[in-house]
Structures are given as structure tokens and as C-alpha cells.
């Protein structure tokens, strides 16, 4: 394979920004980020909007600013996005009687007809008290593919794969980390208004909340009220799955969400034993020479989280000791 053939560029879709992490399969060679005009949610990938060519001009300006060399790329979208539901499917199905009975389960929570979404989904390794097997449901609109395939394509990328900011963070995670497989894990990722609670169970995504706060300036956020929310949370969580009683029952914590996840670590590491560490994606990132020590990222390298899963995803060993 030609070094041209290993370059892929991973881009992020965020609502109010777009990030790229660029790679040459054995390096991490470019990072970059741009502001979008139009903030946008799930309305962005509906029709031809202001939104939508927003985010292609973004992309198209990265591009003629000689800044990305890939013309192969993986898209990853908001959560808000997608549909995503874990379901059980009755024991002893065949193949095919599973993939009717997911269907028909996502028919029951989707609001427009099943034919207006690309449906996917993927056995989880653990299963329910009866003893059946789980299965995660992720249904995207059509239309949302569709036009992330114009948008790729009028930048002159070719599109490989899309992928979904929640897993694609948790593949970063869990490849650069050592994590057990008999303890769940919890990853609190953290803006000005918001917090996602995720759990991970056998090393996979087993469950997520998010929480809803007044938005404040990073510096005005009382962390303890924050973390009070969490604690509460958690128990309710944890009971309702037998995966325990309260936070001191996670292997460990890794939060990510800049100078709100720096304060909240410190919290917990005040009130916990559970080791709790703020989450650097390129931590174990092999990065080229003019990387190190890049600005752009020592600032807050949490941003390109979910780029970072793209380009990881496509190519394995950019993170060092990956198994």
C-alpha cells in the first residue's frame, strides 16, 4: 500500500464546530478545528439548509488551505443524530428471526416509519436476568446519510464509514487503557450546560444519561452540586442493573470536558476512593514530530475526542501497545 493509499482523515461533526485529526497510518500528522457559523441539531441533515453547507464550507476551506492530504475520510456525528437503544431478543432465534425481531422493536420508539431509517445493530457481550441475549439498536434517517455522502463528496473526500461521537470516544478509551473486564467503568463527560453519564461494562458501552444544568461560565459551576446530580444518578442506575451501589463500585473514573472536568476530578478524588483521571485522548496517540507540543492540542485535547476515534478506528496502531 503507497503512503498516499494510508492517509485518512477523521472528521467530527460537532454542533457548533467541526474538528479534523488527520493520519498516515502510523502517525498522527494534522489536528485542526473551525467555529461553525450555523449551530445546529438534528434538523442540520434534513434538507439543503444554511446549516448544512455551513458545515461543507468548513470542510472545503480546510482543504484549500492545504491542510488536508487524506482524500479518504470517516464521518462522526452527534448522538443527537441517531436513535440508540439496547433491546433483548428472545433466546434461540436464528439469524434472521433476530434481525425481524430487532426491527419490529424499532418500530415501537421510532416516530416516522422504519423505512425512512437505515437500521443497524450489534450483539452486546452480556445479557438480561432471564438469560437473553442484548442486542444495541442504532437507527439513523436516510436523509442524513444521504446528504453526509453530498457533503463528503463536494469536498472531495471519499466517504468510508460514519460513526457516532459516543462510540467513537469510547474506542479511544478503551484502546488506550488497560480496562478489566469483570468491573463496569464510568466516563462523565462534561460541557457548560450538560453532562453525559456513560457506563461501560466488559469493556463496552452498556448504558448512558445525560443530565441538564443551567449554563454557566466554566468558573461559576458549583462542582459539588454537579456532582451530588451524579452521585444520585448513579444509584439509581446502578440498582436498576445490579452493577452496584454507588460510585466506589467502578474500576475507575475518567471524566473529559476541560477546566469542568479538571475541577470535577478533583472533587471526586476528594470524596471517592475510586482512581479518577482526566481523559487524554492522545495520551497513547503516536504523534508526529511537529505535533508534539502543538498548542492546539496541549489547550484541550478532549475536543478531538471523537476525531480521534476515526482515524483509530481505521487504523489500529496509532495508539502504542494497542492489543
Wanted: glycine share 4%; hydrophobic share 40%.
Amino acid at each position: 500500500m503507497s503512503p498516499e493509499d494510508q492517509l485518512f482523515l477523521g472528521v467530527a461533526l460537532h454542533p457548533d464546530s467541526i474538528r479534523i485529526v488527520e493520519s498516515d497510518g502510523n502517525f498522527i500528522t494534522n489536528v485542526a478545528e473551525k467555529e461553525l457559523i450555523h449551530t445546529f441539531g438534528v434538523e442540520l441533515f434534513r434538507a439543503n439548509t444554511d446549516e448544512l453547507n455551513s458545515v461543507e464550507d468548513a470542510l472545503v476551506s480546510f482543504i484549500q488551505a492545504g491542510q488536508i492530504r487524506s482524500k479518504k475520510a470517516g464521518i462522526v456525528i452527534d448522538s443527537s443524530l441517531v436513535h440508540i437503544k439496547k433491546v433483548p431478543a428472545p433466546l434461540g432465534l436464528d439469524q434472521d428471526m433476530t434481525r425481524e425481531h430487532l426491527l419490529w422493536e424499532a418500530e415501537q420508539f421510532l416516530i416516522s416509519s422504519i423505512n425512512e431509517y437505515i437500521v443497524d445493530f450489534e450483539k452486546l457481550p452480556f445479557q438480561t436476568k432471564e438469560g437473553n441475549p442484548l442486542f444495541l439498536l442504532i437507527c439513523i434517517r436516510n436523509q442524513i446519510v444521504s446528504n453526509i455522502n453530498r457533503m463528503v463528496r463536494n469536498a472531495g473526500l471519499k466517504l468510508l464509514n460514519i460513526d457516532v461521537d459516543l462510540f467513537s470516544t469510547i474506542r479511544v478509551l478503551t484502546r488506550s487503557n488497560e480496562l478489566r473486564e469483570d468491573v463496569p467503568y464510568l466516563l462523565l463527560e462534561l460541557s457548560n450546560n450538560s453532562l453525559n453519564i456513560i457506563v461501560l461494562k466488559k469493556r463496552e458501552f452498556f448504558l448512558k444519561q445525560t443530565l441538564e444544568y443551567s449554563d454557566h461560565e466554566n468558573t461559576d459551576i458549583d462542582i459539588s452540586i454537579i456532582y451530588n446530580h451524579i452521585e444520585k444518578e448513579l444509584k439509581k442506575l446502578l440498582f436498576g442493573h445490579d452493577l452496584g451501589e454507588g460510585i466506589d463500585d467502578f474500576g475507575e473514573i475518567f471524566c473529559l470536558g476541560g477546566k469542568v472536568a479538571e475541577n470535577l476530578t478533583d472533587h471526586i478524588r476528594s470524596v471517592s476512593k475510586t482512581p479518577v483521571t482526566i481523559f487524554n485522548p492522545f495520551k497513547k496517540l503516536r504523534l508526529n514530530a511537529a505535533l508534539r507540543g502543538s498548542e492546539t492540542i496541549a489547550e484541550n485535547p478532549d475536543r478531538f475526542t471523537s476525531a480521534i476515534g476515526a482515524v483509530v478506528k481505521q487504523s489500529p496502531a496509532l495508539v502504542e501497545n494497542a492489543s
